[in-house]
Structure formats: structure tokens, C-alpha cells
């Protein structure tokens, strides 16, 4: 069995997997640091409100923090856009 499980990791699809899965956290703690960083100062620059991520609102001594969701759908749209462009640069070279 631990023979069996030995040839599995060694095969190259499970370590190229791998790696692409450590790249990929690599490149998502890049823009997360760049988000929350460099564009949600930014934001919260031009919008007037500062540290960006204390913008909330309460309801009924309810506290919403709308300003962490903002960062996050930025840091969303900023992954996705990356993941698309690498997605399209590697088709287009080809195998």
C-alpha cells in the first residue's frame, strides 16, 4: 500500500498539481497584500473614510462591516481577472 501511494505521488500530474496550487496561493496572498494594501487606501482615500476596512453601519445596536465585503469582492474580482489572463496567455502558446 504505502508502495502503491509512492508511485502516486511521484507521478508528474500530482506534482505538477502541486505546484500549480502552491503558485496559485502564492499569486492570491500577492493580491490580497496589493488589495489591502494599495487599492482599498486608495478607495477609502477618495471616498473619504478612513482605515477602509472599520467602514460600517449598525441596525438596532447591530454592527455591519461593509467595508471588509468591499475588499473582499475586490480582492474576488482581481483573483478572477488573473486566473483568466493566465488561463488565456497558456492557451494561446499552445501545448
Not at 503558485?23 to 496589493?34: G, K, R
Not at 478607495?43 to 471588509?68: H, M, Q, R, T
Request: glycine share 6%; net charge neutral; aromatic share 12%.
Amino acid at each position: 500500500m504505502l508502495e502503491e501511494f509512492r508511485k502516486l505521488v511521484l507521478r508528474n500530474d500530482v506534482i505538477a498539481i502541486a505546484v500549480g496550487l502552491l503558485i496559485a496561493l502564492a499569486t492570491f496572498t500577492l493580491l490580497e497584500a496589493i488589495v489591502a494594501n494599495l487599492i482599498a487606501p486608495l478607495i477609502a482615500a477618495f471616498v473619504g473614510e478612513a482605515p477602509f476596512l472599520a467602514n460600517s453601519f449598525s441596525i438596532n445596536s447591530s454592527e455591519f462591516g461593509y467595508g471588509y465585503v468591499i475588499q473582499s469582492t475586490i480582492l474576488f474580482v482581481f483573483v478572477a481577472a488573473v486566473a483568466y489572463l493566465l488561463l488565456a496567455l497558456s492557451r494561446r502558446r499552445g501545448p
